[in-house]
């Protein structure tokens, strides 16, 4: 090699190189976000698939939720593998067949005749494999049991699993498998780091020396309380390694970046407070939409399209989610629209400017409670009853309409912006006592301003919006209360849910 074991372990951090280092059989790692696990354990997939057999070689095995994910690892892998200085073949694509379904996997082969496949997607089994596991955010997994059981069996040959993930609440399986073994009922290794702790094993000095930018105590206390302050009341789950009480977030990361598509565009419009008594503001506005809205409407397919709208005035955003219908099932997001302290006269024209331009306009659902209901009624009296629900937003509504939400993302039959804000927002979806609702925490925003899960309350309400029948043909005979198809069986019943998504948000911190 061309890097020798001190050398390795003086580029890794401590943490870093005790897990890489570490030949047990099992090993389940609950960790903070952006602490560079990923990397560190693509150097430990190399030294095993670059060895021979009787040093101990093997294949490696990389389970992460998609093509992003795998890309990354891989090119990782192939990075180490060069500074290393280990003979292997340049990175392909082949296909894993999985019982019904084809996985895109990337490989990099050794000379020693072993190698690293990262799979796009989460695999049925593992049959008839060796070698070295990888179930990277093992909690967002579904099945997890039997995804652990079938990377178990690779054990019997004298393989490895290694179990990596951030929390995602009490409960869920990789917390219960972490807990079992720390009372002793399994035998297997647990490792645990928190942000403060890889901090303190020189995190953040690392960064600043792969920048080539300066380090000081104050610059890393900076940036260390606005990773805290990014992260919000999620912070003790995300980075402090805390599991959450109750049922945990019940719209995860990983689920709503599977649906991010690069050409959803997030449109933001602010004011300040004297703006309510300009009497130029509706001028100001009409100009703002011509300028901002209009060419992005004019763009639009001539589509179906549905709208969702959460309101908020002083304190909250208003956010406006158009959707557009692509298929009988799929439906895509051209742009979003937040509204951050806007009088409310100059949100009507704003609505209703939309409402009357986009293409093929069918249905919209607005939120009604308090200040909200003015717009909602107004708008109701403009398209009328058959276009416009006024919804009060209530535990019984989100729990009838949240699942429905929540399997279109699995699904991947919406799309939404690639938005840490939307993320953020997302994990305010909570599961408590069985049912989904929106918790009382707020999340400081990418503007460094407070959020409140608004735009998971628009996106529910324009998916909810998609579900809508259409108006009963001329002369038909209809009951007196209106059914719609939100009481029939759902478009999406009988889906399983894929994984997520989770796109590393720094450089070489890739998780």
Wanted: charged share 25%.
């Amino acid at each position: 090699m061309a890097m020798n074991e001190e050398e390795l372990t003086a580029i890794l951090l401590p943490y870093q190189a005790e897990y890489v280092w570490d030949q047990s059989p099992v090993i389940l790692y609950e960790k903070s976000r952006r602490i560079g696990l990923s990397w560190g354990e693509a150097a430990a997939s190399v030294l095993d698939a670059a060895a021979s057999k009787a040093a101990g070689g093997m294949d490696c095995w990389y389970i992460g939720y998609n093509k992003d994910m795998a890309e990354e690892f891989i090119r990782d892998c192939a990075n180490w593998a060069k500074s290393f200085n280990e003979v292997c073949g340049d990175v392909s694509e082949e296909i894993y067949a999985d019982e019904g379904k084809d996985i895109l996997t990337y490989v990099i082969r050794f000379a020693s005749g072993f190698r690293i496949t990262a799979l796009s997607s989460r695999p049925s089994n593992l049959r008839g494999k060796q070698g070295r596991v990888i179930i990277d955010e093992a909690a967002f997994h579904d099945n997890l049991d039997e995804l652990i059981k079938a990377a178990f069996a690779l054990l019997i040959w004298g393989g490895k699993v290694r179990i990596i993930s951030t929390h995602d609440g009490e409960e869920n399986p990789f917390n219960l498998l972490i807990k079992e073994c720390r009372a002793g009922t399994k035998p297997y290794k647990v490792y645990r780091t928190t942000f403060r702790e890889a901090l303190s094993q020189g995190l953040y000095k690392r960064i600043c020396a792969m920048k080539g930018t300066e380090y000081s105590q104050a610059l890393e206390d900076e940036w260390a309380n606005g990773i805290y302050d990014f992260y919000g009341d999620g912070a003790a789950e995300e980075l402090d390694v805390i599991p959450s009480a109750g049922g945990g977030v019940y719209i995860n990361r990983l689920l709503v970046e599977r649906c991010q598509h690069p050409d959803t565009k997030v449109i933001r419009l602010e004011k300040p407070d004297d703006f309510v008594t300009n009497p130029e503001r509706t001028r100001i506005i009409g100009d703002w939409l011509t300028d901002t809205l209009k060419p992005l409407i004019d763009a639009m397919p001539g589509q179906r399209t549905v709208f969702g709208q959460d309101f908020g005035r002083s304190g909250d955003l208003t956010v406006l989610w158009p959707m557009q219908q692509q298929s009988p099932t799929k439906y895509h997001t051209p742009f979003l629209v937040e509204l951050r302290n806007i009088p409310f006269d100059c949100q009507e024209q704003i609505v209703f400017y939309l409402l009357d331009n986009v293409p093929l306009f069918f249905h919209g659902k607005f939120d009604s409670r308090g200040n909200g209901q003015s717009i909602a009624e107004k708008a109701m009296q403009r398209y009328g009853p058959s276009r416009i629900d006024c919804v009060m937003l209530s535990r019984p509504w989100y729990n009838q309409f949240f699942p429905k939400y929540k399997a279109a993302l699995e699904g991947q039959f919406i799309t939404v912006p690639e938005s840490e804000d939307v993320v953020a927002d997302h994990r305010r979806v909570i599961l408590e006592k069985g049912q989904p609702k929106m918790d009382d925490g707020r999340d400081k925003g990418s503007d460094g301003k407070w959020r409140h899960g608004d735009t998971a309350v628009a996106g529910v309400l324009a998916n909810a919006a998609t579900l809508e029948e259409g108006e009963p043909a001329a002369g038909a005979t209809v009951a007196k209360n209106k059914q719609s198809r939100t009481n029939q069986p759902s478009r999406l019943q009988g889906r399983t849910r894929p994984g997520g998504l989770f796109k590393r948000i720094t450089g070489y911190l890739k998780n």
